[in-house]
T-cell receptor, first 113, second 115 residues
Framework: AQSVTQLDSQVPVFEEAPVELRCNYS??????LFWYVQYPNQGLQLLLK??????LVKGINGFEAEFNKSQTSFHLRKPSVHISDTAEYFC???????????FGAGTRLAVHP | GAVVSQHPSWVICKSGTSVKIECRSL??????MFWYRQFPKQSLMLMAT?????????EQGVEKDKFLINHASLTLSTLTVTSAHPEDSSFYIC???????????FGSGTRLTVV
């Protein structure tokens, strides 16, 4: 069975500081990994995804993530955050095909001025 | 890019009535659609997976007779909450998938309040 662990429920950070949101997964098969962002009372927007190839994935809004198979991690990073990055971030995994996405518990990123 | 329209965005209904939520893929044909439920400050809980023309597959613990899912076409799936009760109040989100592209596009969600 697949599962996703987001180690931090909340991450406070000052504007223009770097941030890392942690995600670890467990799976016995090949995985495909995703990061989504959710603003209040809205659906989810895809930030980036890892399917294969380069382990460093660049996404929208200046975010990037690195797939580390040995550590079963897919941490999300941004070198300089903005107030507008305040939102809930979800890491998700699937084994592909027609399979469902399994979500982590989410990390609330709060950017302070 | 792929767009999924979910309607209504919010609905208030009386206890005992039924509510239908629609999820449409606007510019692509979705092979599979997923329905999620999200409680405040929590993650998304998968309720069911539906493929066009076949019965939905429900996750363990989800009442099939309460949450009716119909996937009549490759662009439309509906979730009907039957005989709604206040404990059904939640945020419901659909997702449409293009399996071959590993693409999962989400609707904007429906806030259901049962009074």
């Amino acid at each position: 069975a697949q599962s996703v662990t987001q180690l931090d429920s909340q991450v406070p950070v000052f504007e223009e500081a770097p941030v890392e949101l942690r995600c670890n997964y467990s799976s016995s098969v090949s995985v495909y990994l995703f990061w989504y962002v959710q603003y209040p009372n809205q659906g989810l927007q895809l930030l980036l995804k890892y399917l294969s190839g380069s382990t460093l994935v660049k996404g929208i809004n200046g975010f990037e993530a690195e797939f580390n198979k040995s550590q079963t991690s897919f941490h999300l990073r941004k070198p300089s955050v903005h107030i507008s990055d305040t939102a809930e971030y979800f890491c998700a995994v699937t084994s592909g095909g027609y399979n469902k996405l399994i979500f982590g518990a989410g990390t609330r990123l709060a950017v302070h001025p | 890019g792929a767009v999924v329209s979910q309607h209504p965005s919010w609905v208030i209904c009386k206890s005992g009535t039924s509510v239908k939520i629609e999820c449409r893929s606007l510019d692509f044909q979705a092979t599979t659609m997923f329905w999620y439920r999200q409680f405040p400050k929590q993650s998304l809980m998968l309720m069911a997976t539906s493929n066009e023309g076949s019965k939905a597959t429900y996750e363990q613990g989800v009442e099939k007779d309460k949450f009716l899912i119909n996937h009549a076409s490759l662009t439309l799936s509906t979730l009907t909450v039957t005989s709604a009760h206040p404990e059904d109040s939640s945020f419901y989100i659909c997702s449409a998938s293009l399996a071959q592209e590993f693409s999962y596009t989400f609707g904007s969600g429906t806030r259901l309040t049962v009074v």
